[in-house]
């Protein structure tokens, strides 16, 4: 009881650089109705930061589903972590100013087709 639990017990631990993260390519994902496209956080990092390695193919699939007119969108949930990663000086060395991530947010959701899920 009590006793912190590490990387070697099995616990994932949340990477040093965004460089760690990956952008899947697949990333705009059929929700479980079949209906509404999600994008996860990785895309949504990887878009919003150009210095990123996986940048241009994050930004091009988001255009692809926004371009689409198909139904799509962030759930609360991604939209929190993409918030405290993008921001966070441990994730980034040079971490977005929160205004800027939450104005990304806004603008990604402003689109026609975008919309705010739940998890």
């Known amino acids: 009881m009590g006793r ?23 990333a705009a994902m ?13 895309t949504l990092l990887h ?5 990123l390695p ?7 699939n988001i255009q692809r589903v926004a371009s689409s007119g198909a139904p799509w969108g962030v ?3 991604t939209a929190a972590a993409f918030l405290r990663t993008a ?7 040079s971490p977005t100013p929160s205004i800027d991530a939450v104005n990304y ?13 739940d998890p």
């Open 4 to 26: 912190k639990r590490n990387e070697s017990q099995g616990v994932r631990t949340t990477p040093k650089r965004a460089e760690d993260l990956h952008t899947r390519k697949n």
């Open 30 to 42: 059929p929700a479980r109705n079949g209906s509404t496209y999600r994008v996860d956080l990785h």
């Open 47 to 51: 878009a919003h930061r150009a210095e």
């Open 54 to 60: 996986e940048h241009a193919d994050a930004l091009a």
């Open 75 to 77: 759930t609360t949930t």
């Open 87 to 93: 921001t966070h000086n441990d994730v980034l060395s």
């Open 105 to 117: 947010l806004h603008e990604l959701l402003a689109l026609p087709n975008c919309r705010l899920l």
